[in-house]
C-alpha cells in the first residue's frame, strides 16, 4: 500500500492511503512516541482505526496477534508517565498499552490535517 504525501498535514501525519474511495491519514506512531523513524516500503502493515469522528491507519512495524480485551479488564495507566496512553490491559503473556487515540492529535494538528484533507 503506498502513501501519498499530504502537504500542510502536521508532522505526525506521514501521508494519506485510499480505502475503498476515502482518504485516510497515516499517523506516524514512531514520531509522536519519539521512537527513531523507519522508512516507508510498498510491503507496509497498517491497522485501520476509527476514533473522534474519523478513520486512521496506524502504521506498525508487525502485527503478531488480535486480542480480544473486556472493557473491565482495563485499567488507569497508573505510573506510567507515557503520553498519548489511555489505558493498560494484563494478558496473558504481558501488559498491553492502549494508545488514547481520539488525544493522538492537538487541537492545532487536527485543524491543520482538517485544512489538509479539504
Known amino acids: 500500500m503506498w502513501v501519498t504525501p499530504l502537504p500542510g498535514a502536521p508532522d505526525v501525519v506521514e501521508g494519506v492511503i485510499d480505502v475503498r474511495g476515502q482518504l485516510v491519514p497515516v ?12 522508512k516507508i516500503t510498498t510491503e507496509e502493515h497498517m491497522i485501520l482505526v476509527r476514533a473522534a469522528r474519523r478513520t486512521r491507519a496506524l502504521r506498525v512495524d508487525r ?52 485544512e489538509a484533507l479539504a
Open 27 to 38: 499517523l506516524d506512531l514512531r514520531r509522536r512516541f519519539g521512537l527513531p523513524p523507519r
Open 63 to 114: 502485527t503478531t496477534d488480535i486480542a480480544m480485551v473486556a472493557p473491565a479488564d482495563i485499567g488507569p495507566p497508573a505510573n506510567l508517565e507515557i503520553a498519548h496512553l489511555a489505558g493498560v490491559a494484563r494478558l496473558e503473556d504481558g501488559l498491553l498499552l492502549l494508545a488514547d487515540l481520539a488525544d493522538f492529535l492537538s487541537e492545532a494538528e487536527a485543524r491543520s490535517l482538517d
